[in-house]
């Protein structure tokens, strides 16, 4: 369970849409830089300036000048000419609620989710992999005790959150090894802690159907997650339970919270009509006893 998304993330994204495409001929790139524009606004930015736009985005600031006024002239963004400053308009707005709508999986999953941030009493999110992070997409909170900074548009690493990992290691490992080769330039030295924990989680995966993280990436935040393979070719799409480290321990993680969240994902993938591609022991009361 994480914050949202901020700038530096935002501009990894865009590096992430140049390097992908660098030389496809059908690749829009103007298009691109629009979009780029509107997914560097995070859920608690409020307006944004040029010069802030520009340096989330990597683009220049003359650049970008010209395609907030597109976006504003399109009802996509609002400019306040008190401030100079721009923030999304319901235009895009309603793009992101259409294409949450549409995620049928959200309405087959949510009563699961209900249940089970009940019985752990923590927060349950759903995410999807998006531009080389986990975008979260629905949120259960249950009755909690406690407070995460948490809400539908987060935006988390792969490498070293439960959330990102369960999406990892439910890739065909053509596209795990695509999204691996991008990591090292990002985490420096700390790459081969990174990547052992990301093996671990692999293992851990094949052996109890979830993945776990202790603090990896916030110290404040013990999670389990588990993945779940769409039947219709849809994605793959990721559940997670997290709370503070006195709340989760690392035996409840194992043993309570992380099979708690693989059960729901097995009943959620049968919901949607099953795949072939489950992994782990998914009988609940095995894992305890593992």
């Given amino acids: ?8 993330e935002n501009g990894d994204f865009a590096e992430f849409a140049r390097s992908a495409f660098d030389g496809d001929r059908k690749f829009v790139a103007a298009l691109a830089r629009g979009l780029d524009v509107l997914h560097c606004f995070g859920a608690r930015d409020g307006f944004l300036g040029n010069l802030e736009i520009a340096n989330r985005t990597g683009l220049s600031k003359p650049t970008v000048t010209r395609i907030t006024y597109t976006l504003c002239q399109l009802g996509y963004l609002t400019h306040n000419t008190r401030t100079g400053k721009y923030q999304l ?5 309603t793009l992101g609620y259409t294409a949450l709508a549409n995620l049928g999986i959200r309405q087959v999953a949510s009563p699961h989710m209900e249940r089970v941030a009940e019985q752990l009493g923590a927060p349950v999110a759903l995410g999807v992999l998006y531009r080389g992070t986990a975008l979260y997409v629905a949120i259960a909170r249950g009755t909690a005790s406690f407070s995460i900074q948490l809400d539908v548009g987060a935006r988390v690493p792969l490498a070293t959150t439960a959330i990102g990992r369960a999406l ?13 080769v991008q990591l090292p330039k990002k985490y420096g030295d700390q790459w081969r802690d990174v990547l052992k924990h990301i093996e671990k989680a692999k293992r851990e995966y094949q052996l109890y159907g979830f993945v776990m993280s202790e603090g990896d990436w916030r110290t404040d935040i013990h999670a389990a997650a588990s993945p779940v ?3 219709d070719g849809s994605g793959i799409f990721a559940f997670n339970c997290g709370a503070p480290p006195q709340y989760f321990p690392m035996k409840k993680l194992q043993k309570e919270v992380g099979p708690a969240v693989a059960e729901m994902c097995n009943l959620v993938d049968r919901t949607l009509g099953g795949t072939a591609e489950r ?4 009988d ?3 894992v305890r006893a593992s």
């Fill in 1 to 8: 369970m994480s914050p949202v998304g901020h700038g530096k």
């Fill in 89 to 93: 308009a319901p235009g895009a707005i």
């Fill in 168 to 180: 990892l290691v439910a890739m065909h490992d053509d596209v795990f090894e695509g999204h691996l």
């Fill in 229 to 231: 393979v769409a039947a």
């Fill in 279 to 282: 992994s782990g022991i998914w």
């Fill in 284 to 286: 609940a009361q095995d």
